[in-house]
Every structure is written in C-alpha cells, then in structure tokens.
C-alpha cells in the first residue's frame, strides 16, 4: 500500500449507470489528483484539487463529476458514460500545488487505480 | 504535439542486460524530471532530476539529466524479471510564469519485458 487507497479496484458498468469512485489519502497531503490511463497514452490529469479547492480541470466531459469533501478524500462521480471511457483511473496525492512550494511538494504519491470498463 | 517523448515505447530483454530508457521534453520553465515505475499497480516515484550531470543512483538503477539536450536517462544493470514494468517519464514546469503552480506532464511511457 502506497497510502493512497482507491476503491472499486474493478467496476464494470452500463451506459446508464451512475457510479462513483473513492480515493483516500493517509499521507497528511493537500492537493488531490484524478488521472486517466489508456493503452498507448500518457496519463491524462482530470482534475485537481488544492486544499479542498478545484484548482484544474482539464476539459474534462461534464459526465465526470468530482468531489473533494476534506483534504484526504476525493470522489469521482461516473453518469451515462461512454464505451471509450474504459479505462484505468488514477487517483493521487502530493504535498501541495503551488509553486512557492519547495522542490519535491509536487511528487505525486499514486493509488492503485480503479479499472473501469463501460459497456 | 507531445511534450515528453518516451523511447522506446517497448522493449524486451533477457536477465542480466543492461537496459537504458530514453525521455525527451520540450517546455517552457522548465523546473525537474520525475520516473516513475509501475508495474500492475500504482506507479512508485524512482528519481526527482532538477539539475544536469548529476546521477541519482539506486541499487542497479541510476538516472542523469541532460538539460542542454532536454533529456534524461534511465539506466537498469543486471536486469531482473522483477523490473518488469512499465516506466514513466513526467515533466514539471510552469506554463505561465508566475503563474502560480507547475503543471505535470507525462510520457507514453516505456514498456520493459524482462524474461529468463
């Protein structure tokens, strides 16, 4: 365990279902991070999050919805998705976001992913 | 247009080589180079590189930067089917001076096979 827990590890759902995936932090961080990982692709930052605060979102479909309600929790919130969805979704945390911030604030600390497939 | 280029994507080695991944990046303010290693989980922090010529070593592996070629390696010695991975490349820097906070950008990554 890496200190970052995420729950479901596997979810298989419909285009119609409502879904939600659970990251928790046990690491004291305050910025909080959704990516996505598909075969062949770079991780793709979703969201982020800086003490409770949206900070980014990276032009992400309104069909994901996240939610930080403290510092060590962060929710993703899954709604009428889609088949090209499917995918690896990362959650992870790190010390802080801004850039006053020493050398080493930024290295992420990741999860172990929920693997999302959408059919 | 990708700013950090992995290579090779792929790679497939037997025990005992020595294996060396390449990073490439182009951006702006540039502020340091992270590796990562995932394997069938969370990918796990390996190296933080902020300035040139200067190694980071551990254990068999070690990583150099090279900031007027806007590079980085990653070597491997004596490789084991533990190092079985696939290995990221990501890029700190700040898209706006100033602006406040440094974005992260990631490679493709290098998938490394390690067999008997």
């Known amino acids: 365990e890496t200190g970052v827990t995420q729950t479901p590890r596997h979810l298989v759902m419909g285009m119609t279902n409502k879904k939600s995936l659970k990251c928790e932090q046990h690491l004291g961080h305050n910025a909080m991070y959704w990516y996505k990982q598909s075969a062949k692709k770079p991780l793709e930052l979703m969201f982020v999050y800086n003490f409770k605060e949206q900070t980014e979102n990276n032009s992400v479909p309104s069909r994901f919805s996240p939610e930080c309600p403290n510092s060590s929790h962060l929710f993703l919130h899954l709604h009428t998705l889609q088949p090209e969805d499917s995918a690896l979704y990362l959650c992870?945390?790190?010390?802080?976001?801004?850039?006053?911030?020493?050398?080493?604030?930024?290295?992420?600390?990741f999860g172990a992913g929920s693997r999302l497939t959408v059919l | 247009e990708d700013k950090v280029v992995q290579s090779p994507l792929s790679l497939v080695v037997h025990e005992g080589d020595t294996v060396t991944l390449n990073c490439s990046y182009e951006v702006t303010n540039f502020r340091s180079l992270l590796w990562y290693k995932q394997e069938k989980k969370a990918p796990t922090f390996l190296f933080m590189l902020t300035s040139s010529g200067i190694e980071k070593k551990s254990g068999r592996l070690s990583s150099i930067l090279d900031k007027k070629e806007l590079s980085s390696i990653l070597n491997i010695t004596a490789t084991q089917t533990g190092d079985s991975a696939i290995y990221l490349c990501?890029?700190?820097?700040?898209?706006?001076?100033?602006?406040?906070?440094?974005?992260?950008?990631f490679g493709k990554g290098t998938k490394l096979s390690v067999i008997p």
């Open positions: 990501a890029v700190e820097w700040e898209a706006d001076s100033g602006a406040g906070s440094y974005q992260l950008t």
């Open positions: 992870a945390s790190s010390q802080d976001r801004r850039t006053v911030i020493s050398l080493g604030a930024n290295v992420l600390t």
